[in-house]
């Protein structure tokens, strides 16, 4: 079996983090320009997809385990980080498994929750590899793809275009994040093996 590239360090702790982070920040912009009032899900929806796909994209140096673990663990972060904040604003129990039912059960809203953390994947495995200017380029077409998807597959109203925004300004937004890890990567590698 072939060496994951990343130190463990990146791999388990920085990399999912920083891949949450960027997905965050894309939900936050994707809001702003969408000029949502009530952001807070679509922002943990944003970090949490991205999050999960940053663990999927960590699980091995194998393409096809990522690829396979990002849908199933970007669908189990986000339903787990809205329903904590649903169980903060409500002041309930945290009950992850109630909104994992109804994603489930909504197979448009699950092509959307389970196609956003398979792109992110591709794009860092794709960035790694061969580097940003790739990698912006595939991000940028799936974020474009991912748009559209939310036209396509979500209900009609006010709340369709931050959500489009969101989901794929969330995917652009891991091209920066796979660049720091590979730097702070390189830096902690020790010497002999670079």
Do not use: K, N
Not at 58 to 79: E, F, K, Y
Not at 84 to 108: H, S, Y
């Amino acid at each position: 079996m072939r060496e994951h590239p990343y130190p463990p360090v990146v791999r388990w702790a920085l990399f999912p983090a920083l891949a949450g982070l960027a997905g965050a920040a894309g939900g936050v912009l994707g809001v702003s320009l969408a000029g949502e009032a009530s952001a807070t899900r679509l922002i943990v929806i944003g970090g949490c997809l991205s999050a999960g796909a940053g663990l999927a994209s960590m699980l091995s140096s194998r393409a096809w385990i990522c690829l396979l673990g990002a849908p199933i663990l970007g669908v189990l972060t986000a339903s787990t980080g809205v329903a904590v904040v649903e169980a903060l604003e409500r002041g309930g129990a945290i009950r992850p498994w109630v909104l994992l039912t109804r994603i489930l059960q909504d197979a448009r809203g699950l092509v959307l929750v389970g196609w956003v953390p398979l792109a992110q994947t591709i794009v860092h495995r794709t960035t790694s590899i061969r580097g940003w200017r790739p990698g912006v380029a595939l991000a940028t077409g799936f974020g474009l793809l991912s748009f559209a998807l939310t036209a396509l597959l979500a209900p009609r109203g006010a709340g369709m275009l931050p959500v489009g925004a969101t989901l794929a300004l969330s995917i652009c937004a891991q091209v920066p994040a796979v660049v720091a890890a590979v730097a702070v990567a390189r830096r902690l590698r020790p010497p002999e093996a670079a």
